[in-house]
Structures are given as C-alpha cells and as structure tokens.
C-alpha cells in the first residue's frame, strides 16, 4: 500500500474515532418523567428510587459507577469528590484525597468535613445531628472512626477487613452532604454538589433541576436542564413518552409488555434491557402473631409458586433467591441451586406441604388464616399482591388487599405497621454486603421483617469480610439457603427492565441497578 494510501486510512481511522467526541451537543432541557411525589428529597433518609431518580443529579459521591457501563464493578469506578483511593496493607483503612476548588451551590467550600460529617451521620454517630430514618446506617457499621487531615484528605477506619466499603461508597444512595446544612431542611431543598442545582419542586407536577455552571468537571454537563414530570398513571406514562412529552422513562416502570406496546406505535425507539437489582419479595412480620410463628412463614413461602409468578411477568422477571442470579451479578444462586428452596419445586408438594405447615399451627378449614397484604398503589406492587393472595388462597389462606398510599408505603413499613406487604427491594451496590447487610441484620431499620438470626448474622460478617472470591462465593450461597428456608423475606423473582428514551436522547445508559446511573451529567440532546 503507498504511502498515500497509508496517510489516508489513518485519517479515516483517526476521524472515525474522534466523531463521537465532536458530536456532542449543549443546551436543552431532558423531558424526564416520575411515576410519583418523593416521600422527600432527601437520599439517605430514603429506600426508593423515587427520591435517587431527580436528586442524583443534584448531589455527588466521593467515588461513583462508571457512568457509560451498564455492568456496575469497582474495578472501573469514576472519581467525583475524591481525587483517588488508597487501602492500606491490612485492608482496614481507606484514604481518600480530596478534589480541591469544588462549591456547594450555595457557594461554600467542599472539603474533608463534609465527608467526615455526611458518614457520621449515616453512622449514627454525629455529636449534634441526626437522620429521622436512616435506612442504611448497618452499611457502615464497620467504620469505627473517619479521620480527616486537612481539608482535602479523609479516611474510613475499618474494624476488619471490608473489600465490599468502596461498593456502598460508590452507589447512588451514598451521596456527600453539606455540613453546613441541617439534614432536616434536606427532606424539601437540595444543596449538593453536582451537575445540575434544584430549581423547582411542584408536588404532583414536576421537578426542575438546572445545569451548575460551577461544576467541577469541565465541560459538564451537557444540558441545561432536566424536567421531570410527575405522570402517575404507567399507561399515561407509555403514552407520553410515545407522543414525545417525555423523552426518557422513569426507571423500574417498563415490563416487556409495555416495550412492545411503545416500539409498536414508535418503531425507533431505543430499548435497553437491564437488571434492576430489584427483587419482589413478601414481608412478614416476624415479632406480630400470627407470624412469630416460623411454620406460619414457612407454610406462605411454600405456597407461593415461583415459576407460577415468572410466568404472569410474561419475561418481565427471572428466578432469584436475594442476590440477582447469574449472570447480572456474580455472587448469585445458579438455578440448580434455587430449584432445591421452597417455592421452587413441585407446586402440588409445596402447596402440600404449606398445608401441612398451617395444621401444624392450628389453621384449616374449620379455623383458615385470615389478614391483609399490604402493598403500595403502584401496578407492580397491586398485581404482585393480587397473584399473592391468589396463590394462598388455594393452601386455605383468606387474605384481602390493603392498598396503601405510594408516599406512605416505606415509611409503613419502617414503623412496621403491617402483617404482611407484597413488597419490593432494590439494591444500590452490586455486592451482597448491601442485600444482606440492609435487610437481615437484626438491628438494621430496613429488615422490616425483623427477622433476626445470630448464626445468619455472623455468617453475613465472615462472607463480607472474606475476600478469596470463591470462598465468599459459597459462603453466600449458604446464607441464602438459610434465609429461604427460614423464610425470612420470601423472594418471588428479579426484575426485568425494559428502558426506553428516544434516539435523539444521547449518552444515557441504565444500569443494571437501577439507583446509579441518574447522575446524567454525560446526557446529551441530538436536535
């Protein structure tokens, strides 16, 4: 080949390559939507989506997920407020140096202490603030002391060994804080440091957020702003986004049902499938008659038919004990070991043996079961508690639906008033410290079963602290036997989602959980 042609084929090469970092466009504002109000705005005082989705772009963490990969791993994770990270050889320190220059929007200086302030809290142990809930304080209940040395370099000092601390630090439940900020004026206001500043928030009508001119990364964001409308109605949602009044859907909204419904009237319409790191899942309330009694719980895990459940997903959903099964997560159970816990065999000899259990209780045809399944006003929570109530129905349980405001479900469910809830669990790490850690440990505020195991527990300790991958690996598995078998918090499945955007709608990749990947900072408008 002549040189010529040499010369040639490298500027088509060089010009293919660099096309996509010249195509990037500034201005205009993302249509977004929400299927609700927020309980409040305030990230650490929640365990919803609701809340990440509008303030994730407004806050940032010290690390984050890589934006632009749907696979979450702390092998390739984005510096945000720390500059870089450091263990030390034992594994039981972690040192961040700090990004110097960086402003709160209201124009005070970022440093150490925020960070220092911002996980005191969380911890619990801040002299003179407190959270009103604080849903994953037990995800930190391995830091024994945070240290500053000056303004621009802190560090997490651990009790043991932890490799699993960057994972929580790295989710987008883990935003820093201001701490000249009371956490309480949080819940209706939002001072972060990100890439865009809350401009408006209209209960039932919309959330605005507006580009941050002082943001710390240079040349970000890319919009001026984002819109998020609150659109209740999950049809009326579909019909939006296909009409183009919003460009992107709200996370954890799309089953397989509504992506053929939208790609039929919009052929063009780009569709991401992803894990949401989300599991349906059935509380019971472990320390309220009638369910203190194990074979109580044990006799409605049996009753429910997974793949019974699976198939009313219509491929919505795929079998799952806690922790997403392979291959959205490494940690999980394999199908031949989910075949081996109730509600995962035979349907007739489960049933039977549901049976079985209720007589052994003192429940039966002339004394059935009776309570309420709770569950939040949103479809994927009615239908789930509708199945449910079907499914035990035909082991004798006669059981009615309690719908319960949207808003008011979490906090329901941390105040534990409830029998039973058909109930939803997201995860905003991708390692089974934060399943584990949030929802089984006897002291934590969101095992709303409190369900408490000692031997379960120090299992969970030895699993997080072991960092020989395969070792864990087993030692996870054991623990989700455990859970199933004392049916813990039933697990139907993992879902499914079928994100959609319009094709105008550049850089916006989801994740495979669905708390990450809102910062959208990347996000660009083609038009």
């Not at 919009?223 to 999950?234: A, E, F, N, Q, S």
């Not at 319960?404 to 089974?432: I, Q």
């Not at 000692?454 to 969970?460: C, G, R, S, T």
Request: charged residues 25%; positive net charge; hydrophobic residues 40%.
């Amino acid at each position: 080949m002549s040189a010529i042609r040499w010369l040639l084929l490298a500027f088509i090469m060089l010009a293919g390559l660099a096309l996509p970092a010249q195509a990037q466009k500034y201005g205009g504002v993302l249509k977004a939507v929400h299927r609700e109000n927020p309980p409040n705005l305030s990230i650490h005082e929640n365990a919803t989506v609701s809340t990440t989705w509008p303030m994730t772009p407004v806050y940032s963490n010290l690390v984050f997920y890589h934006y632009d990969k749907a696979v979450e791993s702390t092998d390739d994770l984005v510096a945000e407020l720390a500059e870089s990270w450091t263990w030390s050889d034992d594994g039981k320190k972690l040192t961040f140096k700090l990004r110097r220059g960086v402003k709160w929007h209201d124009g005070h200086p970022f440093t150490s202490k925020d960070v220092k302030y911002t996980f005191d809290l969380v911890r619990d142990v801040a002299p003179d603030k407190k959270l009103r809930l604080n849903p994953r304080k037990l995800w930190y209940d391995n830091v024994k002391e945070i240290v500053t040395a000056g303004d621009y370099e802190v560090s997490f000092v651990l009790g043991r060994a932890q490799p699993s601390l960057l994972s929580m630090l790295a989710n987008g439940y883990s935003p820093v804080y201001p701490a000249h900020i009371d956490p309480g004026e949080l819940r209706t206001k939002a001072i972060g440091t990100g890439p865009f500043k809350l401009k408006t928030y209209e209960p039932d009508k919309l959330i605005e957020v507006v580009r941050n001119p002082d943001f710390f990364v240079k040349g970000r964001p890319y919009l001026d702003g984002i819109t998020y409308t609150v659109i209740k109605d999950r049809q009326a949602r579909a019909a939006a986004l296909m009409t183009g009044q919003i460009e992107v859907l709200f996370p954890q909204e799309a089953p397989i049902t509504l992506r053929d419904q939208v790609k039929s009237a919009v052929p063009k319409m780009v569709v991401h499938v992803v894990a949401q790191s989300a599991q349906y899942n059935i509380v019971l309330n472990n320390k309220k008659p009638p369910f203190d009694n194990i074979k109580v719980r044990q006799a409605v895990n049996f009753a429910l038919d997974r793949n019974a459940f699976l198939a009313t997903q219509l491929g919505s959903a795929v079998a799952g004990a806690n922790v997403p099964p392979p291959p959205y997560n490494i940690w999980g159970l394999p199908a031949a070991e989910l075949a081996k816990l109730p509600g995962y065999g035979d349907p007739a000899k489960d049933k039977a043996q549901a049976r079985r259990l209720l007589a052994e209780a003192g429940y039966g045809p002339g004394n059935p079961l009776r309570f309420a399944v709770s569950t939040r006003t949103t479809p994927l929570y009615q239908d789930m508690g509708s199945w449910m109530i079907s499914q035990m129905n035909e082991v004798g349980i006669l059981a009615t639906m309690d719908p319960v405001e949207s808003s008011l479900w979490f906090p329901k469910l941390a105040r534990r008033d409830f029998l039973v809830g058909a109930n939803m669990t997201a995860s905003g790490s991708d390692d089974p410290d934060s399943w584990f850690f949030e929802n089984y440990l006897c002291d934590s505020q969101r095992n709303y079963s409190d369900y408490c195991n000692k031997d379960v527990e120090a299992l969970i300790e030895r699993s997080s602290r072991e960092q020989n991958k395969d070792r864990r690996r087993a030692l996870v598995w054991d623990i989700e036997r455990k859970l199933a078998l004392d049916a813990a918090r039933p697990v139907l499945g993992h879902a499914l989602d079928f994100q959609m955007n319009w094709p105008h709608v550049k850089g916006y990749v989801p994740h495979h959980s669905l708390y990450s990947y809102g910062r959208m900072q990347n996000v660009w408008l083609d038009k």
